[in-house]
């Protein structure tokens, strides 16, 4: 069976849940209030596409290839992004739950996470040189060998970093903010 290929297609208020989306790849489209819960994208294909306030939570996303996808408002809890295929992963997260997630050695350069809520997210072994957190809290976050290197973190909160065990060249920091609120 030959796999899907949609472009520039929106999908509003489908419940993935129930009723599986197809396997293939999507290029350009647009996914909005849409359930995902518990569902399986292992082995899809996102290029340039857009989540809006869907729920994401706990799917199964072996080997799917994320290429500048943008997450805006969406719930994304218990995620394990490092099972996605790497090559070319991009990201951006804004407005999200992300609690419980991880990006365990994920190399995400200049990701941006804005107004997100990460609560334990694990960004054990990651990448995240030049990325920028915008007012997240990240609460028990996990930054273990971590590259922070030039990434933005000043004007998020509830973070604690080891400069022993990760790397935090010029990367920019508020010591205010990185107190619980």
Do not use: W
């Not at 929106?10 to 197809?22: C, H, M, Q, R, V």
């Not at 218990?78 to 990006?103: A, P, Q, R, Y």
């Amino acid at each position: 069976m030959e796999d899907l290929y949609q472009l520039e297609k929106t999908f509003t208020k489908l419940n993935f849940a129930e009723t599986p989306i197809s396997k293939g790849e999507y290029e350009k489209c647009v996914f909005k209030n849409c359930n995902f819960f518990k569902g399986n994208l292992a082995e899809f294909i996102f290029i340039d596409c857009d989540f809006i306030s869907c729920d994401l939570s706990m799917i199964e996303i072996s080997s799917a290839a994320f290429n500048n996808a943008q997450f805006i408002d969406c719930k994304i809890l218990g995620v394990h992004f490092e099972t996605c295929n790497d090559f070319g992963f991009s990201v951006k997260f804004e407005n999200c739950i992300l609690d419980h997630s991880s990006f365990l050695g994920i190399k995400m350069n200049k990701t941006n996470f804005i107004s997100c809520k990460m609560e334990e997210v694990d960004f054990a072994k990651s990448d995240l040189t030049n990325s920028v957190f915008t007012d997240c809290d990240l609460k028990r976050a996990m930054f273990n060998r971590t590259n922070l290197t030039k990434a933005d973190l000043s004007t998020s909160y509830n973070f604690s970093i080891d400069p022993e065990i990760n790397k935090i060249k010029r990367a920019k920091f508020s010591v205010n903010r990185s107190e619980e609120r």
